[in-house]
Structures are given as structure tokens and as C-alpha cells.
């Protein structure tokens, strides 16, 4: 079964820096994303990338955010500098292996002073 397990998270400052790791097993994917979700909000998209190698982030975190993957290590990874208090979530993974969408368990991140 596919499972993907997240870590990384937690509290930093603003200004800050934290690397969000999702370690994914059980299938093969063509598409990774991590979504977030803050709280009283909706999910939103974070960054995605392709298994080309495209990425795509929306405004909000564009030129902050990088997300990138280890297929050596099957995990895919967030990382994110120049955190502001916005940035504030619950974390999740998201996978695509063509059929379905797999959603890993949340990490927090909490970016305060």
C-alpha cells in the first residue's frame, strides 16, 4: 500500500528556515505536491513539481519555497526560507501515480516570535 510519511515541521521565527521531508512508498508517481491548510482556511497549493522536474509555486511563496525530491531516497522535500507568520499550516504531501491521489498525515508549522 502506498504510504507517505512527513516530518520537519515545527516552530521557527520569522525570517526562519525549515525543510519539510515526506517519505513515499508503495507505488510509482507522476506528480508531487505539498498542500497546505491553515486554520479557519481552505487548502491551498504550496509547490508542486512534476516527475519531469517542473515546479510551480503560487505567489505567496514563490522565491521562498523550493521543492524538489530524492528518487534515490523516495522522498520528496520542502524547502522553505524567509518563513512569515502566513506561512503558518498544516503541511501535507500529495502524491499522484495516475489514478489516485495519496495524502500524507500533516506536519505543523508555526512561524511566530
Known amino acids: 500500500q502506498v504510504q507517505l510519511v512527513e516530518s520537519g515541521g515545527g516552530l521557527v521565527q520569522p525570517g526562519g528556515s525549515l525543510r519539510l521531508s515526506c517519505a513515499a512508498s508503495?507505488?510509482?508517481?507522476?506528480?508531487y505536491a505539498w498542500y497546505r491548510q491553515a486554520s479557519g482556511k481552505q487548502r491551498e497549493l504550496a509547490a508542486s513539481i512534476t516527475s519531469g522536474g517542473t515546479t510551480r509555486y503560487p505567489d505567496s511563496v514563490k522565491g521562498r519555497f523550493t521543492i524538489s525530491r530524492d528518487n534515490a531516497k523516495h522522498t520528496l522535500y520542502l524547502q522553505m526560507n524567509s518563513l512569515k507568520p502566513e506561512d503558518t499550516a498544516v503541511y501535507y504531501c500529495?502524491?499522484?501515480?495516475?489514478?489516485?491521489?495519496?495524502w500524507g498525515q500533516g506536519t505543523q508549522v508555526t512561524v511566530s516570535s
Open positions: 508503495g507505488g510509482i508517481f507522476i506528480f
Open positions: 500529495n502524491v499522484f501515480d495516475g489514478s489516485r491521489l495519496y
